[in-house]
């Protein structure tokens, strides 16, 4: 990560809450998806955001992405505030936000070959004012996320899963941005296939100075890629701090609970946590910690008072009663 600490991406009081139309509630109803989020992402920095499916980690990320807009709050792109763009203005700024999504297969067109998928950014981007300009970077992109050339003229369903994020990784380098969104960019390959995707990442990081925002619910492959990690529960952020604030300084319980969980091969287990009953409704959740219902140590102020996230040194911080 980037010594220099320069906030690329910044989002404060992001709320993302989609409403319900159902007849059997009284009043009108919402899913609090993302409740009341700030983060910031360094440049040059993978910021990892993790936590159980639901949590609403993609959809934070595809909020700061402007995908979907927010309910509330603000994002802010190198100093240019997002939420409130012309599309025609936004469309320029999301040439330096791309986003890698889960699904090689599905986020590809099928009818489309690789040399016109990859190209196709730079055309609607008017990047290069001729089409040989155009193949020429393409099959530089295929070169660099690890393609053979002669792939050019093939369709998607003629790769395997690995080759397509390739594919989706080089198309997401066309326009040469300067972050990446990849959202569970991993989850659907092999083991073996899934160490190699993550090590073209980090070797295009340091090739091309990426920033990448890390969505997953892998907690082995968070921290494999990601330099400082953000844990979601139920729309908010219960802790966030470096890789080694996050697996050797565990503030929350949610998070000692989840790391709990990590298969652990040739290592000492540690005790599993069995966390007990079922995640509360987003449309409803409980009152002060939102965790408050599964925690084994939540007191009675834990049921009233919400937690604010404490600073507990450095860059680590906790929406605990009990943390430090």
């Known amino acids: 990560m980037a010594e220099n600490k320069t906030v690329l991406v910044q989002a404060r009081g992001i709320k993302q809450w989609f409403p319900i139309k159902k007849w059997f509630f009284e009043q009108k109803a919402y899913v609090k998806a993302v409740d009341d989020v700030d983060l910031d992402i360094y440049k040059g920095e993978t910021l990892g955001v993790c936590g159980e499916s639901g949590c609403g980690k993609s959809t934070l990320m595809r909020t700061m992405l402007q995908l979907i807009k927010p309910t509330e709050g603000t994002v802010t792109y190198n100093g240019t505030e997002l939420t409130g ?28 070959k690789v040399g016109a998928i990859i190209e196709e950014p730079m055309i609607i981007n ?33 790769f395997s899963g690995g080759q397509r994020q390739r594919i989706v990784i080089a198309r997401a380098l066309a326009t040469n941005p300067q972050m990446l969104f990849c959202d569970e960019a991993v989850s659907a390959l092999d083991v073996s296939v899934r160490a190699q995707i993550l090590n073209l990442l980090e070797e295009l990081q340091d090739t091309l100075g990426l920033t990448y925002m890390f969505v997953s619910h892998d907690l082995s492959v968070i921290e494999h890629i990601c330099d400082r990690i953000a844990i979601m529960y139920l729309g908010k952020i219960v802790e966030i701090g470096t ?23 040739g290592k000492k287990k540690t005790e599993r946590i069995i966390l007990e009953g079922d995640i509360p409704s987003p449309v409803n959740p409980p009152s002060g910690c939102r965790f408050h219902t599964r925690c084994p140590y939540a007191t009675e102020r834990c049921s009233t008072e919400v937690p604010e996230l404490k600073d507990l040194g450095g860059e680590h911080k906790a929406a605990c009663h009990l943390a430090g």
């Open 243 to 265: 890789k080694d604030d996050i697996f050797k300084s565990t503030a929350h319980p949610y998070t000692k609970a989840l790391l709990s969980a990590i298969p652990m091969v």
């Open 126 to 158: 008017k990047t290069f004012a001729t089409k040989e300009e155009r193949r020429a970077r393409v099959l530089e992109l295929m070169k660099q996320v690890g393609l053979d050339e002669s792939y050019i003229d093939r369709y998607p369903h003629e």
């Open 85 to 112: 763009l012309h599309k025609r203005d936004l469309k320029k700024i999301r040439e330096n936000m791309q986003i890698v999504f889960q699904d090689p297969y599905s986020s590809l067109d099928g009818r489309m």
